[in-house]
T-cell receptor, first 115, second 113 residues
């Protein structure tokens, strides 16, 4: 198993659909993250979980709802998205969430298209 | 609000050429990381620099952290087609910022055979 696995790799959904993105890490890390990568914009941090507690929520719209049932799994539940939410959604994990030299391990991402 | 700028935004070169990409900020950071992202994949950490003036080498890649810890450069010697990708710098404010790395917009490097 690779370090951080994301499913699905590609997702097309309508604005009224409800879908979920899944992330699983096999590295024994304590922190997990959701990032959004849009064309022509830097990577944007969405949520951070440390030891299954949400410690960061960067003013993300409520149509994005994260869930971290344990330290190995992270979900991003999506509902009533907008076309501008189309992007690559990346999951990452790290040994710890704080400190000056956190090393992020990323999954391959879910390419989301909202029609 | 810190400003983070990577330059150039695009770089297209022939195999065997040398190149340098830059990451500049108005803020001082405790550390800085460089990642490479290949098409269809997530970013992969290349290096972390911590000390002002620090130079680290990774095969043909040389990373330098500025003396004032506000900027960094990545130099690639004799580029290969496998170096093609998006190069992202990510300074870290450290402390209890929950790994809140600030990513630059990146440099898209294309190395032609």
């Amino acid at each position: 198993e690779t370090g951080v696995t994301q499913t699905p790799r590609h997702l097309v959904m309508g604005m009224t659909n409800k879908k979920s993105l899944k992330c699983e890490q096999h590295l024994g890390h304590n922190a997990m993250y959701w990032y959004k990568q849009s064309a022509k914009k830097p990577l944007e941090l969405m949520f951070v979980y440390s030891l299954e507690e949400r410690v960061e929520n960067n003013s993300v719209p409520s149509r994005f709802s994260p869930e971290c049932p344990n330290s190995s799994h992270l979900f991003l539940h999506l509902h009533t998205l907008q076309p501008e939410d189309s992007a690559l959604y990346l999951c990452a994990s790290s040994q710890d969430a704080g400190g000056s030299a956190v090393k992020l391990f990323f999954g391959s991402g879910t390419q989301l298209s909202v029609l | 609000t810190q400003l983070l700028e990577q330059s150039p935004q695009f770089l297209s070169i022939q195999e065997g050429e040398n190149l340098t990409v830059y990451c500049n900020s108005s803020s001082v950071f405790s550390s800085l990381q460089w990642y490479r992202q290949e098409p269809g994949e997530g970013p992969v950490l290349l290096v972390t620099v911590v000390t002002g003036g620090e130079v680290k080498k990774l095969k043909r890649l040389t990373f330098q952290f500025g003396d004032a810890r506000k900027d960094s450069s990545l130099h690639i010697t004799a580029a290969q087609t496998g170096d093609t990708g998006l190069y992202l710098c990510a300074p870290n404010a450290g402390g209890t910022s929950y790994g809140k790395l600030t990513f630059g917009q990146g440099t898209i490097l294309t190395v032609h055979p």
